[in-house]
């Protein structure tokens, strides 16, 4: 049974930094990728960004690129979101999710497990 674990998530102000960290356990075999996704109040989740397990490529939304960095560390089964330079518009529930297989996808729905999410609200 996989299970994804959120933690790090808190009050930053605007500009701040802050790491999340995702411990992933249950996950059969290699070749997944690892994503994050968030959701604010009223709006839908969306994506954030994701990486192969196996592969060093990455995929951020615009809205991240440049500001967020997503990192594995296999030995640990672990998933990194170290996010820089916060707005107010970051603040949301931030959720780590992995699909099979190693295609990067943006797409909420093609991510089959989910953690229970973690809080980040970004204040001014």
């Known amino acids: 049974q996989v299970h994804l674990v959120e933690s790090g998530g808190g009050l930053v102000q605007v500009g701040g930094s802050l790491r999340l960290s995702c411990a992933a356990s249950g996950l059969i075999g290699s070749q997944y990728v690892m994503g994050w996704f968030r959701q604010a109040p009223g709006k839908e989740r969306e994506f954030v960004a994701a990486r192969p397990r196996t592969r060093t490529e990455t995929y951020y939304a615009d809205s991240v690129r440049g500001r967020f960095i997503i990192s594995l560390d296999n030995a640990k089964n672990t998933v990194d979101l170290t996010m820089n330079s916060l707005k107010s518009e970051d603040t949301a529930v931030y959720y780590c999710?992995?699909?099979?297989?190693?295609?990067?996808?943006?797409?909420?729905?093609?991510?089959?497990?989910w953690g229970q999410g973690t809080q980040v609200t970004v204040s001014s």
């Open positions: 999710a992995a699909r099979d297989g190693e295609a990067l996808d943006m797409r909420t729905s093609h991510y089959f497990y």
